[in-house]
């Protein structure tokens, strides 16, 4: 059974930083690219990142292009995603999602950008 | 960026109805595209890909069709656990982008 399990969201004030961590199991981790994806609070969906298995190719929406970064590491079966120079219209849940196409998703984590 | 329309934007519908939503591209996609199920506090779940293909475990009520810029959602008999929130999202070019999304309510 595919899990995907996200840690690290939490509460942060703008133009700070926080890393959150996706955790897979349950298939071949190395053989996926895998993708986030955000909810801001009553919002619709956006697609954010998504990282090749290899990580050698990596893509972001415009909005987060030189303030996130989106890595793996094959060998822990974790996906990440560091942010930087964070907003309040940051604020949202991440969703880790295995597949370019979203196969799979966790259950997100709230990350909450505000003084 | 490609945009995805959606509509309606709400529907109200009766256990039993059959109901389509329908997803525009303002450019084509050919069939790179895949419709979610958000249920309130949960995570989406994929329900199609590549704009016809079920996901494993999918009922089959669900069906998808569409090619280049019109796409619909059919659930052909409606039952309780389908009331949710659905997405279209186009794959076809970055960034990847979802349709504002559809809530299916209870009549």
């Known amino acids: 059974e595919v899990q995907l399990v996200e840690s690290g969201g939490g509460l942060v004030q703008p133009g700070g930083s926080l890393r959150v961590s996706c955790a897979a199991s349950?298939?071949?981790?190395?053989?996926?690219?895998m993708s986030w994806v955000r909810q801001a609070p009553g919002k619709g969906l956006e697609w954010v990142a998504n990282?090749?298995?290899?990580?050698?190719?990596?893509n972001y929406v415009d909005s987060v292009k030189g303030r996130f970064t989106i890595s793996r590491d094959n060998a822990k079966n974790s996906l990440y995603l560091q942010m930087n120079s964070l907003r309040v219209e940051d604020t949202a849940v991440y969703y880790c999602a295995s597949g370019g196409w979203l196969d799979y998703w966790g259950q997100g984590t709230l990350v909450t950008v505000s003084s | 960026d490609i945009q995805m329309t959606q509509s309606p934007s709400s529907l109200s519908a009766s256990v039993g109805d059959r109901v389509t939503i329908t997803c525009r591209a303002s450019q084509g996609i050919r069939n790179d595209l895949g419709w979610f199920q958000q249920k309130p506090g949960k995570a989406p779940k994929r329900l199609i890909y590549?704009?016809?293909t079920l996901q494993s475990g999918v009922p089959s009520r669900f069906s998808g069709s569409g090619s280049g810029t019109e796409f619909t959602l059919t659930i052909s008999c409606l039952q309780p656990e389908d009331f949710a929130t659905y997405y279209c999202l186009q794959y076809k070019t970055y960034p990847y982008t979802f349709g504002q999304g559809t809530k299916l309510e209870i009549k």
């Open positions: 590549a704009a016809s």
């Open positions: 349950g298939f071949t981790f190395n053989t996926y690219w």
């Open positions: 990282i090749k298995k290899d990580g050698k190719e990596i």
